[in-house]
T-cell receptor
Framework: DAGITQSPRHKVTETGTPVTLRCHQTENHRYMYWYRQDPGHGLRLIHYSYGVKDTDKGEVSDGYSVSRSKTEDFLLTLESATSSQTSVYFC?????????????FGNGTRLTVT | TQLLEQSPQFLSIQEGENLTVYCNSSSVFSSLQWYRQEPGEGPVLLVTVVTGGEVKKLKRLTFQFGDARKDSSLHITAAQPGDTGLYLCAGLPQGRQGAQKLVFGQGTRLTINP
């Protein structure tokens, strides 16, 4: 299994509070991604990173920010959590871009915003 | 936004039966991937198809990429309880370079009853 650790695994927070989710990898892969998974929507890309301090938006980036200060860590921040951000969040990594570099996923963080 | 429509969303069959899951789009994809996800875990890549008309087999699972690279199917022969899980298709939109900005289908939750 790819060395990907997501923390925390579960979190309950109140509307309006800031939340940071962490993804840590031991594979030294260049690309890192944050997805959210919701029933009926599959997985949707929030943000991704293609190197230290290099990040870009995905299809559902509103309300989220990311940072990557080290190769191994990719942080996802909800500045002011809303109930619509209740979801399961997955981090993924890939060694390179393109079709021959598959994604490896972490085991997810279940976030509940009350 | 490019969409992948996956069908059926739910499927419950008896052990030993055959089944097919479909993944359709009006858009062309450079490649199509199939993942399987267990409860509490992240998706795990099963296969990547790249060439239009390509067929790949993984034991009792057969994956096909449509000739026009707009659709794909997963066929399972003689399903077993161990095949139970959430199956996700994911496409890499044509023309995108660099990061694996996959578009995911909604998923098919498959239950194989003993």
């Amino acid at each position: 299994d790819a060395g990907i650790t997501q923390s925390p695994r579960h979190k309950v927070t109140e509307t309006g509070t800031p939340v940071t989710l962490r993804c840590h990898q031991t594979e030294n892969h260049r690309y890192m991604y944050w997805y959210r998974q919701d029933p009926g929507h599959g997985l949707r890309l929030i943000h991704y990173s293609y190197g230290v301090k290099d990040t870009d938006k995905g299809e559902v980036s509103d309300g989220y920010s990311v940072s990557r200060s080290k190769t191994e860590d990719f942080l996802l921040t909800l500045e002011s959590a809303t109930s619509s951000q209740t979801s399961v969040y997955f981090c993924a990594i890939s060694e390179a871009g393109g079709v021959n570099s598959p994604l490896h996923f972490g085991n997810g963080t279940r976030l509940t915003v009350t | 936004t490019q969409l992948l429509e996956q069908s059926p969303q739910f499927l419950s069959i008896q052990e030993g039966e055959n089944l097919t899951v479909y993944c359709n789009s009006s858009s062309v994809f450079s490649s199509l991937q199939w993942y399987r996800q267990e409860p509490g875990e992240g998706p795990v890549l099963l296969v990547t198809v790249v060439t239009g008309g390509e067929v790949k087999k993984l034991k009792r699972l057969t994956f096909q990429f449509g000739d026009a690279r707009k659709d794909s199917s997963l066929h399972i022969t003689a399903a077993q309880p161990g095949d139970t899980g959430l199956y996700l298709c994911a496409g890499l939109p044509q023309g995108r370079q660099g990061a694996q900005k996959l578009v995911f289908g909604q998923g098919t939750r498959l239950t194989i009853n003993p």
